[in-house]
């Protein structure tokens, strides 16, 4: 057999090779054939013995039977990939004609619409808003939420907020007037007024029923400042009132008592709207919230000067506000997580 009749002979089995093993190993038939200790490599070192005249003949042919095999392995090599493409293709196939499963999108609670309205309320009158662990913590100290609020220990007025406490001087927070007090210490009144909201969470140890819950919400405001007077809080109280009522809502103001203001006041808020033609013995009033001018005591120990300052203050019942206005009879819908409750309240409408 001459040098190209074996070459040949080689090209032909490679090309069976490929064809029959499907080439699952493309690199090991490489290497049979046109590797250093391969085939066709073998061969060729034959052509030392090749007559001069005919070596250049011999070495196309040599040439192109390389070439073949190697375009085969290639051809191969692509044929395997598409397959493999196809494959993975085929089994990531999406059927865009399935029904899909409706993600359940989360909502706002009913009760933090009703304190983002009255924050943004606030927000827009230039208030600063105080939700911060540091100046409003929900674990407080019996100080702050009570001595500095005008309640010393002894205070018979101590028994309107019965309190969970956690060691004698440290108590959950039966209200969110203490709010008032870290505040106030601390602001500059060189920067001008204060004007703060304190929106939060609240503990009694009340055993729970249709109108009480151990944990409610309060959103405290605080307005300090030079020749603040009565004026001011009706005009306030007036104003956060029909934003959440409606503007042809009123209020009025009855004399009350909180031991950090003085004079108190408790604010109705008319159930109907009032127009000019409403008769004054025809409004209904409803009770929404306490307020008062801050009793100079409070004033003298946050450190402020009550000849100088003067202050109004007031604490107003989220949950008391979604209660009235969507005639939920039993304040404790609003901690059961109640899908078929909160449901409701959702603002997107589905
Ligand atoms: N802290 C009072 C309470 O929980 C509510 C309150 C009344 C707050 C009058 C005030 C206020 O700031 O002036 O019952």
Known sequence: MTLIEELQALAKQARADLKEK????????????????????????????????DRKTVGQVGNQVRQEIQGLIEEQKQAQAEKALAKQLAAETVDVTLPGAKPRLGNRHVL?????????????????????????????????????????????????????????????????SPVQSRVLEKHDFSKGPLKMIAPGKVYRRDTDDATHSH??????GLVVGKNITMADLKGTLLSIMQELFGEKHQIRLRPSYFPFTEPSVEVDVSWDEVTADTKPED???????????????????????????????????????????????DIRQFYLNDMRFLDQFNERGN
């Open 22 to 53: 499907r080439a699952e190993n493309l690199d090991q038939i490489r290497v049979a054939y046109l590797g250093k200790k391969g085939k066709v490599t073998a061969a060729l070192k034959a052509m030392k013995d090749v007559d001069p005249a």
């Open 112 to 176: 933090q619409q009703i304190m983002d309205e009255i924050e943004g309320h606030f927000l827009g009158l230039g208030y600063q808003v105080i939700d911060d662990p540091i100046d409003s913590p929900e674990i407080e100290t019996d100080e702050y939420n009570f001595e500095r609020e005008n309640l010393p220990k002894d205070h018979p007025a101590r028994d309107m907020q019965d309190t969970f406490y956690v060691t004698p001087e440290i108590l959950l927070r039966t209200q969110t």
């Open 215 to 220: 944990q409610f919400h309060q959103v405290e």
């Open 283 to 329: 409004i209904r009033w409803i009770e929404v919230l306490g307020a008062g001018m801050t009793h100079p005591n409070v004033l003298k120990m946050d450190g402020v000067d009550p000849e100088e300052y003067a202050a109004f203050a007031f604490g107003l019942g989220p949950d008391r506000f979604a209660m009235l206005k969507y005639g939920v009879e």
